[in-house]
Structure formats: C-alpha cells, structure tokens
C-alpha cells in the first residue's frame, strides 16, 4: 500500500470489535465551567506558558544523529486478542536516528491516526512524549472492524529546533508591497509589521490594541490613499544545507467522501441569525460551504473574494458575513486592505439587543501569522479575548466560536509555514481562552483524523466543523 522508503511508520492490523457503533471524527467540545475571567493577560505571562508546555528539543548536530522515521519502529503495547468499541488502544513508538540509534531524548513531533477506509471513517491519537525517546499514542476505538494505525513524523526534534530559532524575533519572512493610488495616480512601496528602514514611514496603527503596521512613504500619494497589498516570501537563508535537508519532505494526498449534515437542520438552526465569521480562509469557507448547501441562501453583491463577503437568506432572516482578519496575511494577490478588519475592533461595532438578530461569532486565525514571531500572533488573541469579554457584557447570550488552526499541505515551504507553528499557536488559543465561554472547533483534530494536510480541507472537513459548531447552537443530537 506504501512503498517502503517513504519517511513515516505504519502499522496495520486488525482488530476485531463487538459492537455496533460508528462514528466519523471524533468532535471534541470544549465546555468548561463559565465563570467571568479577571486576571490580566500578557504577552509574556501566554509565551512563557506555550514554552513551558513544549518539550525541550534537541540541537541540530548532524542529520545522522537526528530523528528518522526510517528505523524508528511503531508497536502495539499489551496487544489484546480482542478489542472491543470503547477501548484503549496503546501503540509506543521508539525513534531512533539515521543510524539507527535509539534516540535519547524527546521532542519530536508526531501526529497520529487510525483509519477504516471502508468505513471512511477516522479519528486521531493523543501523544505522549516520554521524553526518553519513546512515546505513547493512545486511540479510543470508535467503530467495529478493521483499523489501520498510521504514525507520522512530522518533524524530527532537531527540525523544531531549528524552527524554534527561526520563529523567534524573526518579522522578516514576508515582504509587503503596498498599492497607493488617487486618481489615475499610482505608486507602490514596501511595507511590513516591523519594517527596519531610515525612509519615512506611513504608519497604520489601532492605539486602543497595540496594533501596527507601515509602509515606506510613498513619493508623491498622501498615506490615507493606501488601497492595496499583497506579500511574498523573502529568500532569505534562514537554513544550512543539512538543516534544509533536515526539513526536507515527502507528499501524500488521500481522499475521503462522507455524509453531510441535512440543508433543512441547518436552516432551522440558522433561522433569525446574524453569523459573524471573521478570520481567514479557513472561515470563509464556511459561508462557501453554507451558499452551496442552502438554497434560499444567496451571495449579496458586492463579493470580493479576498476580503468580505455576505450572504443572506431573506425569507428566513439569515445572514452570514465573511471578513477577512487585517494584517499580517500572506497572498500574492491584491488585498483590499480597507475590507480587511482588526477582529477586536469588528466585535465591537456588532449591534446587540432590542430588534436585533441573534448573534454568533466564528472566529478563525492563525496560519497567515505563522511566519511570524509568536508575540504577535498571542497579542492579536489578548485583543480578541477583551472584546469577547465587552461582547459578551452587552449581549451574555452571544454566542462565540473559536475555530482553531486545520493542518496545512505538506509541501508547504516549512520554515515559514510548519504545521509544528500552527500547533503552537493552537496551544496558545487555548491558553488565551480557556475560561471565556467560548466553543472551540477543534479543525487540528479533524483535519488529522480525516489526513487531509490541505490549507482548505475538503468539504467533509469543513462540514464537520460546521456541525460542531451548530451542535452548539441548535443542541444537535
Ligand atoms: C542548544 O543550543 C542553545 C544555543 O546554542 C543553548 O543555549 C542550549 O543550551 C542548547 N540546548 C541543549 C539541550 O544542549
Ligand atoms: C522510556 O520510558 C518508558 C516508560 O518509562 C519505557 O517504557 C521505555 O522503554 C523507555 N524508552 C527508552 C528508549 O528507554
Ligand atoms: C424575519 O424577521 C421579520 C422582522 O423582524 C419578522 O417579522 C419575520 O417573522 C421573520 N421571519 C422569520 C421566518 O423568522
């Protein structure tokens, strides 16, 4: 099924099981006790706690003593003559290096699965690093039948290394050109989150957040005629050529099809709702998702697909909104930067109360911030986390949803796009929003359970998080 030389370990066997019992994904909520959160959050106080969480990673020395897939090997711990829906299974992996060396220490970073393709059906494994070189990934088996395990290795602990030195202090992966224009008049210039230059400066900022960006001032145009920006990847050498080979991957693509919740459920979920989805890609496909399904649904003009969008069922009183998040974004297409808003600010001109529909908020964030050092992706969340507190003040029964990160292509560039940043990001969503009352969508999990490394999963994906969040709307069984 996989030729013997590609970089991941799979383990396939069958398990017999008992009962009737099937299941795509496993959803996970986050529902936890709602109590008004006070303490003052820092930048410093979340980094130094997502630190704390990650295991300590060895330093490159050379390829050979770093983790491979190759001879590491991955097998059934107490194997079982039966198991039955409902069990544990326990698989440990013990990494070696490109020698074939156990390795010594932990770090490495590992996602894990168990399938039934017949059944089209998945779920993910929890890890544990043992933090001697061995690590536990547990299953719960969902569904009878037979279950193919697949371990992947999806950076050595020497390759987060490397990319926890590059991550840090480090504004520069992506460069911004900025489209100014007045008249027939154009002119461009560079622009970035922390630009290092002598020229004078057009700055962006929001005072009430902490938020900024400039733009090199442009020859003649005044700074309020900005319209534009669109960024590309700097080449500059961030890596050795053993550390670039340390980074160095192999592609996979699997497809699944499933079932899709009905377009009558979610009409009557929807029915006399405003949806606020504000974030990326990653949400603006939801309402991609929502206009195919509904048929009373339909796209108000003017679309920009790159930054808003807005579709309304009038007969039914739905309406769901896209807008896109304000910098930083990575795209090499033109983005209007005038459609594009600070999340925390867009919660706050939300209209609530008397006469207005009920409101719910999806937010979704993360994989634009990748190249970027953590401090600004955590200050970004901080933001986020005061104005859901002001929203839900004027409007306690406001509903808000956190979409967190989905896994990216494997062949994304990985030192400025690494699946391992957005799952440090996700911890530190987390640890922002712990104690709010909010729903976290856990796409990371989905987007594992079903293999799907794609930026923009496929429909089966983004459906389910659709019916999770929904569940939490409408008490879905
Ligand atoms: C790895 O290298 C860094 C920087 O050279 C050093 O500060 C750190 O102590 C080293 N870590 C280990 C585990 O050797
Ligand atoms: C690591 O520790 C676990 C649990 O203590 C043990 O089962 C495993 O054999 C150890 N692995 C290595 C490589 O020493
Ligand atoms: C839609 O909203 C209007 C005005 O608030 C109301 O009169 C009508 O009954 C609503 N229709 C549905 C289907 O909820």
Not at 54 to 68: A, I
Not at 82 to 111: H, N, T, W
């Amino acid at each position: 099924m996989y030729s013997k030389k590609l970089p991941f370990i799979l383990l396939c066997f069958s398990i017999f099981l008992f009962m009737f019992f099937s299941k795509i994904y496993k959803q996970t909520y986050v529902m936890k006790s709602f109590k008004t959160p006070h303490k003052e959050m820092t930048v410093d106080g979340v980094m130094s706690s997502v630190w704390g969480d990650l295991p300590t990673t060895t330093n490159f020395t050379s390829l050979q003593k770093s983790s491979s897939a190759r001879w590491s090997v991955a097998r059934l711990e107490h194997p079982k003559a039966q198991y039955c829906v409902g069990d544990i299974l326990s698989v440990q992996v013990e990494m070696r290096d490109y020698e074939g060396s156990p390795k010594a220490q932990g770090g490495d970073f590992i996602l894990a699965r168990i399938h039934s393709p017949k059944l089209h059906a998945s779920a993910s494994g929890a890890i544990t690093d043992l933090l001697n070189g061995s690590y536990g990934v547990h299953f719960r088996l969902f569904w009878p039948g037979e279950v193919c395990v697949s371990v992947l290795l999806i950076h050595s602990s020497e390759a987060v290394s490397v990319l926890t030195r590059i991550s840090k202090q480090n504004y520069g992966k992506i460069v911004y050109t900025g489209t100014f224009a007045r008249g027939s008049k154009v002119e461009t210039s560079v622009c970035g989150l922390r630009l290092k230059t002598d020229k004078a400066l057009c700055e962006y900022r929001k005072k009430e957040d902490g938020e900024y960006y400039a733009c090199v001032r442009p020859q003649t145009l005044p700074c309020s005629s900005l319209k534009t920006m669109r960024s590309y990847n700097s080449p500059s050498p961030y890596l050795t050529q053993d550390e670039g080979r340390l980074l160095a991957w192999w592609t996979s693509s699997l497809c699944q099809t499933g079932r899709f919740l009905s377009a009558g459920a979610i009409n009557r979920c929807l029915q006399g709702k405003r949806l606020h989805l504000l974030g990326d890609s990653t949400v603006r496909q939801w309402i991609e998702c929502l206009e195919k399904k509904l048929e009373g649904l339909t796209y108000v003009e003017p679309v920009d697909h790159f930054s808003t969008k807005l579709a309304v069922d009038s007969h039914r009183n739905i309406t769901v909104q896209w807008k896109k998040h304000s910098l930083p974004f990575i795209s090499a297409h033109n983005i209007n930067v005038n459609n594009c808003v600070y999340i925390s600010r867009e919660l706050d001109r939300i209209e609530v109360g008397e006469g207005q529909p009920d409101v719910v908020v999806v937010i979704g964030v993360g994989q634009h911030f990748r190249p970027f050092p953590p401090e600004l992706f955590i200050q970004r969340l901080i933001n986020m986390r005061q104005a859901i507190v002001r929203l839900q003040s004027r409007s306690p029964q406001a509903l808000v949803i956190i979409k967190l990160e989905n896994t990216r292509e494997l062949s994304s560039v990985m030192t400025i796009q690494s699946d391992w940043y957005g799952h440090v990001q996700n911890l530190a969503q987390r640890k922002v929003f712990e104690d709010l009352k909010v729903v976290l969508v856990d796409a990371w999990d989905m987007s594992v359970a079903a293999n799907t490394f794609a930026t923009h999963p496929e429909n089966i994906v983004v459906s389910n998080e659709i019916v999770v969040a929904l569940s939490h709307l409408c008490h879905y069984p």
